[in-house]
């Protein structure tokens, strides 16, 4: 473990907005091992999905760089899938088309047809879905449609997974259905995995490492925890766990205590502006 | 005439009433929404126009009610079924001439002609369609793959929105004297695949009927979902992969939209191009039957209006069957 798979070093992002540039990054530095499952969590507006487009290749940093096996990131690639928050299938396309799309275009040279199929129907028992493979995203469940996302990233052999609050818009027992099948997916492939969340419970539960972020503008990485819980995790044996509960609390005291969000009516509108950027897209100037 | 319709009249509003007692309320709902309710709507339309049309005098007679154009209706079939038969005969007659000729001296020059009689109601119906169908796939051509472009380009979107806002409201009247011009003058050739008639009517057509699908193809294709073109970005898709797997079939709904009211006014904007540039079809066909004057002439040009308005709702049922085939949202 000499040298980091991924690397961020220096990174800071600016948008441009009406009222001069609007700094949402500063100073992220950020070492990721291969196989590390490891969690961006903070307050809406700070900069999470930032971070994970960056790393992405859907944004360019203002300044510093992302680093993955010795070469920078600066554009989008299947090496680096991402999991978007509402799953992004294409709506005209069946489950199966939908990742076949995907190893079509990743696995056209290296796989001949009979493999590319194997892989696709192997990725979708993965997930559980191969029993839809017919089916249009507008006919199964958002969970099931998330499933497929997962499977679709997947199926791309990434060396870095990235997830952007892959479970945020789903029930709870939806939630924690694709969280064990998660767990296990990672047990058996062992990738790389950055993963946004709001929720605290599923960045324990599911991570080697819980990175923190502070509030935005100008957000960086606030505290950096590591998870030294034995896999496999089981949510219902570790609710009594007291070191689970401790990684909990100490998120928990971050969020709310260190890093609390003020609750006057400006930095309110300024969390839901900032919200914005999360989405990549320019953002109006947050007032001080 | 008079006491037939009314019995006729009798007899379906007992027929009605005894449909009206068989059902239970929910069922007539129903039932009532999808058949019974436009049957009436019809119905009271063709009351209305029987007893209003007679009071309205025209230097050509009254007004045509319906039964008389009903009659006329079935007087240009008539017509069709006529003429259909006499060229039957002719060109049988012609073969029989012909072959007798060949027999005589085997290197004989048999000349063929096509039956010179005029074209009838049937026939125009025909020329009107393929001429619209030439001058909407025309339009479709241009405007699709252009409004793809607009719509990915944003710079070029805005280079070229106001030539399209301005040239979108222009009439067909206002093009025909130009584009007749403009054929007359450039599409010279000793052996013309098409008749110069034809292309005046349907590039008239194209010009006016391809704005819609433009503009909803550009609106379509920049209103891709932002995740989809990320999804397309992080699989590195080539230029022509991501168009043809991501935006187009993504924009086939608005797409749809604009073709079928593309296809609307093609159809409008042909039988006005027909009538003023007397070239064949209906329009041509109405204004016939204008200049002619005849006592018969309103009715016939009624049974052309309500043939118009029946052909342009069946041309939409088509697109409609074809969106329900091709559009993945239907």
């Not at chain 1, 709506?91 to 040279?109: D, G, I, M, S």
């Not at chain 2, 045509?64 to 060229?87: F, K, M, T």
């Not at chain 2, 280079?159 to 067909?172: D, E, G, T, Y």
């Not at chain 2, 009624?302 to 697109?319: E, H, K, N, S």
Request: charged share 15%.
């Amino acid at each position: 473990m000499a040298k980091s798979h991924l690397e961020l070093t220096g990174v800071e992002m600016a948008f441009d907005t009406a009222k001069g540039p609007f700094i949402a990054l500063e100073n992220v530095d950020l070492k990721i091992q291969k196989g590390e499952f490891v969690s961006l969590i903070g307050h809406s507006g700070c900069g999470k999905s930032t971070v994970l487009n960056i790393v992405a290749g859907l944004l360019q940093a203002s300044k510093g760089g992302c680093v993955l096996d010795g070469h920078e990131v600066n554009s989008p690639g299947p090496e680096r899938a991402v999991v978007f928050q509402n799953h992004a299938l294409m709506p005209w396309l069946t489950v199966y088309e939908n990742v076949e799309l995907a190893v079509r275009q990743v696995f056209r040279k290296s796989m001949s047809r009979q493999e590319r199929k194997d892989w696709i129907t192997h990725n979708l028992e993965l997930v559980n879905m191969a029993h839809a493979a017919n089916k249009r995203p507008g006919e199964i469940s958002g969970g099931m449609a998330q499933r497929v996302g997962i499977a679709r990233a997947l199926a791309m052999k990434p060396s870095v997974l990235l997830m952007d609050e892959p479970f945020g818009a789903l029930d709870a027992l939806t939630r924690a259905h694709l969280q064990d099948s998660l767990m296990d997916i990672q047990q058996e492939l062992n990738n790389t995995v950055i993963m946004i969340t709001h929720d605290v419970d599923e960045a324990v539960l599911l991570s080697d490492r819980i990175i923190m972020m502070t509030n935005g503008p100008a957000a960086t990485v606030g505290e950096d925890l590591y998870i030294d819980l034995p896999r496999p995790r089981n949510r219902v044996a570790l609710a009594d766990d007291a070191r689970y509960v401790r990684y909990r609390q100490e998120v928990l005291s971050f969020l709310y205590e260190k890093q609390r969000k003020l609750e006057s009516l400006s930095t309110r509108r300024s969390g839901k502006a900032s919200a914005q950027e999360s989405g990549g897209q320019a953002v109006k100037q947050v007032s001080a | 005439m008079t006491t037939l319709s009314v019995r006729i009249g009798e007899s379906m509003a007992g027929s009605t009433r005894k449909l009206l007692a068989s059902l239970s309320p929910p069922q007539l709902a129903s039932a009532g929404k999808q058949a019974l309710l436009p049957l009436i709507g019809i119905l009271l339309f063709l009351g209305f126009w029987h007893l209003a049309a007679p009071q309205v005098q025209t230097s050509l007679g009254a007004f045509p009610g319906p039964a008389q154009v009903w009659e006329q209706a079935g007087q240009l079939w008539q017509e069709h079924a006529n003429q259909r038969q006499r060229a039957d005969k002719f060109v049988l007659m012609q073969e029989e001439r012909n072959a007798r000729i060949l027999a005589d001296n085997p290197d004989a020059e048999v000349r063929i002609r096509s039956y010179p009689g005029a074209p009838t109601f049937i026939d125009q119906i025909g020329t009107s369609l393929v001429t619209v169908l030439a001058g909407f796939a025309l339009a479709t051509l241009i405007a699709v793959p252009l409004g793809i472009l607009f719509g990915l380009n944003p710079y070029f979107q805005a280079a070229v929105n106001p030539l399209i806002q301005i040239f979108k409201p222009v009439s067909p009247l206002a093009w025909l004297p130009l584009v007749t011009m403009v054929v007359s003058a450039t599409y010279v050739s000793d052996d013309p695949m098409f008749q110069k008639s034809f292309l005046t009517s349907m590039i008239t057509v194209t010009l006016c009927s391809l704005w819609p699908t433009l503009i909803n193809t550009s609106v379509g294709v920049a209103a891709v979902n932002p995740d989809l073109l990320n999804v397309s970005k992080v699989l590195k898709l080539s230029f022509w992969t991501h168009v043809r797997k991501v935006v187009l079939p993504s924009s086939v709904p608005m797409i749809f939209t604009g073709l079928r009211v593309s296809l609307g006014i093609a159809w409008m904007v042909l039988i006005a191009a027909e009538m003023l540039a007397q070239s064949p079809g209906l329009g041509k066909f109405v204004w016939d039957e204008f200049q002619n004057g005849s006592s018969q002439s309103l009715s016939r040009i009624m049974a052309a209006v309500l043939a118009i308005g029946f052909i342009g709702f069946l041309l939409d049922r088509v697109m409609l069957l074809i969106q329900k085939k091709v559009a993945w949202n239907e």
